[in-house]
Nanobody, 123 residues
Framework: QVQLVESGGGLVQAGGSLRLSCAASGRAVSTYTMGWFRQAPGKEREFVGIITRGANTYYTDSVVGRFTISRDNAKNTVALQMDGLKPEDTAAYYC?????????????????WGQGTQVTVSS
């Protein structure tokens, strides 16, 4: 089984950038569909984007053109590059893994989760 640890969150002004990293251990991230999700206080956990085992990426409409997911197989990490951040991006961000290769935007279909890292965007 895989263990996931996110890092890179912080406080940034609107329009700024952050790069989140999801470090995996135990198994290779390339053997999973890797998802990024976020959750703001009082709201449900929502889909941000995924990278498939074939390294294809998909994003929710609100982050298209601003966020980029990438995978570094040598480091066994998945990154979420966030540019042009907006206050509405403020949330705890989580990486997650699912064992199959079927696309899913639902957090209920993911098997393994990191602890989360907080991103706060000020206006």
């Amino acid at each position: 089984q895989v263990q996931l640890v996110e890092s890179g969150g912080g406080l940034v002004q609107a329009g700024g950038s952050l790069r989140l990293s999801c470090a995996a251990s135990g198994r290779a991230v390339s053997t999973y569909t890797m998802g990024w999700f976020r959750q703001a206080p009082g709201k449900e956990r929502e889909f941000v984007g995924i990278i498939t085992r074939g390294a294809n990426t998909y994003y929710t409409d609100s982050v298209v053109g601003r966020f980029t997911i990438s995978r570094d197989n040598a480091k066994n990490t998945v990154a979420l590059q966030m540019d042009g951040l907006k206050p509405e991006d403020t949330a705890a961000y989580y990486c997650a893994a699912k064992s199959d290769h079927v696309y899913s935007a639902s957090p209920r279909n993911y098997d393994y989760w990191g602890q989360g890292t907080q991103v706060t965007v000020s206006s």
